[in-house]
């Protein structure tokens, strides 16, 4: 027996044929769940069948009734304990409702009987909504004149998810939200449309390459259009620690050559220069060797491209970068990593002044740094930055 949805509404009208059409009616018609609309005016029991009255305390518009809404629903629990199905699960569609994730549609996806109560005019009786919702749910920061098409949007997101409702599973398991990710974009025939091509990765034909290109698509989407996203993905992601190369080594700055190339990568990374009057900027970090930094450059194949430093007195890190030409490598991830690892006597090594929504507090939080306690609440633009994984073997 597959799913039940039932769609509580003073308008069946505009529900119905939704539920009827395309992939969803396919998938009725071929007994993979069942739908059913409900008129709330069925079950009042005024003479003008009247479902709606004046708000106690005034104001401008109309609320549902509790009766109407409490009997459909009694008359909705009846037929699916009369189909030997669990107790249904309650929803009311309101504007204030918890805001509705990809999250809620895989959590109501599991249900056997889904119940979705749609209000109109100015909402329904709180009441009834106590009595009976088990949650009330918004599908966006907007109001709508009524909850028929919050409940289609409920419905819709947790019918594709019923097995065999779309052809495959990938289908959906590759859309945007299921990982917490935005999806990648897409292109179709032809090869150029309007002298606009088709990236070239996706005709390659490999198909490793293509998976790579779209997650990294996938990310770069993320990371611009919706960062809180990403920030989640990122601290619930663990971002794997590329290996050093053979032609690699990080070494503990000394010499008057090394020193000359920190302060280079420090000027490309920051674009500081040195004015005719100004301090050299450059020599920044040479200073900051006298306040206990200990600085280590990195370089590949004898080329230095990177740089961090370390404070053994307090277990900071700081002071991490990485010449434009040799990012998108994983040289951050693999030089915070190596960081924290000089600070074997820190369990909490933490980085200052981290912007938010910049790519070093995505690298930190997919490193298990987390904000400290405190920091960002009030809207602070950089955060202390506290290194907080759990149950990590100790670091070698
Ligand atoms: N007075 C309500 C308020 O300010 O929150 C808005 C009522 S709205 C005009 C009428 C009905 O539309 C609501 O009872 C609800 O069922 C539905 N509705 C409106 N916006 C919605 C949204 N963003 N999500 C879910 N349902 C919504």
Same mark, same amino acid.
């Given at each position: 027996?597959?799913? +039940?949805?039932?769609?509580?509404?003073?308008?069946? =009208?505009?529900?119905?044929?939704?539920?009827?059409? !395309?992939?969803?009616? +396919?998938?009725?018609?071929?007994?993979?769940?069942?739908?059913?609309?409900?008129?709330?005016? /069925?079950?009042?029991?005024?003479?003008?069948?009247?479902?709606?009255?004046?708000?106690?305390?005034?104001? #401008?518009?109309?609320?549902?009734?509790?009766?109407?809404?409490?009997?459909?629903?009694?008359?909705? %629990?009846?037929? %699916? /304990?009369?189909?030997?199905?669990?107790?249904?699960?309650?929803?009311?569609?309101?504007?204030?409702?918890?805001?509705?994730?990809? =999250?809620?549609?895989?959590?109501? %996806?599991?249900?056997? $009987?889904?119940?979705?109560? #749609?209000?109109?005019?100015?909402?329904?009786?709180?009441?009834?909504? $106590? %009595?009976?919702?088990?949650?009330?749910?918004?599908?966006?920061?907007?109001?709508?004149?009524?909850?028929?098409?919050?409940?289609?949007?409920?419905?819709?997101?947790?019918?594709?998810?019923? *097995?065999?409702?779309?052809?495959?599973?990938?289908?959906?398991?590759? =859309?945007?939200?299921?990982?917490?990710?935005?999806?990648?974009?897409?292109?179709?025939?032809?090869?150029?449309?309007?002298?606009?091509?088709?990236?070239?990765?996706?005709?390659?034909?490999?198909?490793?390459?293509?998976?790579?290109?779209?997650?990294?698509? !996938?990310?770069? +989407?993320?990371?611009?259009?919706?960062?809180?996203?990403?920030?989640?993905? #990122?601290?619930?992601?663990?971002?794997?620690?590329?290996?050093?190369?053979?032609?690699? !080594? /990080?070494?503990?700055?000394?010499?008057?050559?090394?020193?000359?190339?920190?302060? =280079?990568?420090?000027?490309?990374?920051?674009?500081?220069?040195?004015?005719?009057?100004?301090?050299?900027?450059?020599?920044?970090?040479?200073?900051?060797?006298?306040?206990?930094?200990?600085?280590?450059?990195?370089?590949? @194949?004898?080329?230095?491209?990177?740089?961090?430093?370390?404070?053994?007195?307090?277990?900071?890190?700081?002071?991490?970068?990485?010449?434009?030409? @040799?990012?998108?490598?994983?040289?951050?991830?693999?030089?915070?990593?190596?960081?924290?690892?000089?600070?074997?006597?820190? *369990?909490?090594?933490?980085?200052?002044?981290?912007?938010?929504?910049?790519?070093?507090?995505?690298?930190?939080?997919?490193?298990?740094?987390?904000?400290?306690?405190?920091?960002?609440?009030?809207?602070? #633009?950089?955060?202390?930055?506290?290194?907080?994984?759990?149950?990590?073997?100790?670091?070698?």
């Amino acid at each position: 027996m597959g799913m +039940r949805v039932d769609i509580v509404t003073l308008f069946p =009208e505009i529900c119905a044929p939704f539920l009827n059409t !395309s992939i969803l009616g +396919r998938a009725a018609d071929k007994g993979l769940f069942e739908a059913h609309c409900h008129q709330l005016r /069925a079950y009042t029991t005024n003479r003008q069948n009247q479902t709606d009255d004046y708000p106690y305390g005034g104001g #401008c518009g109309m609320v549902l009734y509790a009766q109407p809404i409490a009997d459909c629903l009694r008359a909705v %629990a009846a037929q %699916a /304990a009369a189909q030997g199905r669990a107790k249904p699960h309650v929803v009311f569609m309101t504007a204030a409702g918890k805001p509705y994730t990809e =999250e809620d549609a895989k959590r109501l %996806a599991a249900c056997d $009987d889904l119940v979705l109560v #749609c209000g109109h005019y100015e909402g329904i009786d709180q009441r009834v909504i $106590d %009595a009976f919702g088990d949650e009330e749910l918004s599908i966006g920061d907007y109001v709508l004149t009524g909850g028929e098409l919050a409940s289609l949007v409920v419905a819709d997101s947790v019918l594709r998810l019923q *097995p065999g409702v779309l052809a495959e599973e990938k289908g959906y398991q590759e =859309e945007s939200y299921w990982d917490g990710l935005l999806e990648y974009p897409q292109y179709t025939r032809p090869e150029v449309w309007e002298g606009r091509a088709v990236p070239p990765t996706l005709l390659c034909g490999n198909h490793t390459k293509v998976d790579a290109w779209r997650a990294a698509q !996938s990310r770069a +989407r993320t990371r611009a259009r919706r960062p809180e996203l990403y920030e989640n993905w #990122c601290a619930t992601h663990p971002a794997p620690i590329p290996r050093w190369k053979r032609a690699e !080594s /990080a070494r503990l700055v000394k010499t008057p050559a090394q020193w000359q190339a920190v302060a =280079e990568i420090y000027r490309a990374c920051t674009g500081a220069d040195a004015g005719a009057d100004a301090p050299a900027p450059a020599a920044l970090p040479q200073e900051a060797q006298g306040q206990g930094w200990a600085f280590y450059l990195h370089e590949t @194949a004898a080329n230095p491209d990177a740089v961090v430093a370390v404070r053994h007195a307090t277990g900071e890190i700081g002071w991490l970068y990485v010449q434009p030409a @040799a990012r998108s490598q994983g040289l951050g991830r693999k030089l915070l990593d190596f960081a924290r690892k000089k600070l074997p006597e820190h *369990p909490a090594p933490y980085l200052q002044g981290v912007g938010r929504h910049t790519a070093l507090y995505t690298l930190c939080l997919g490193m298990g740094y987390t904000p400290a306690p405190g920091d960002g609440l009030a809207g602070e #633009c950089t955060l202390k930055m506290v290194y907080t994984r759990q149950n990590e073997t100790a670091p070698e």
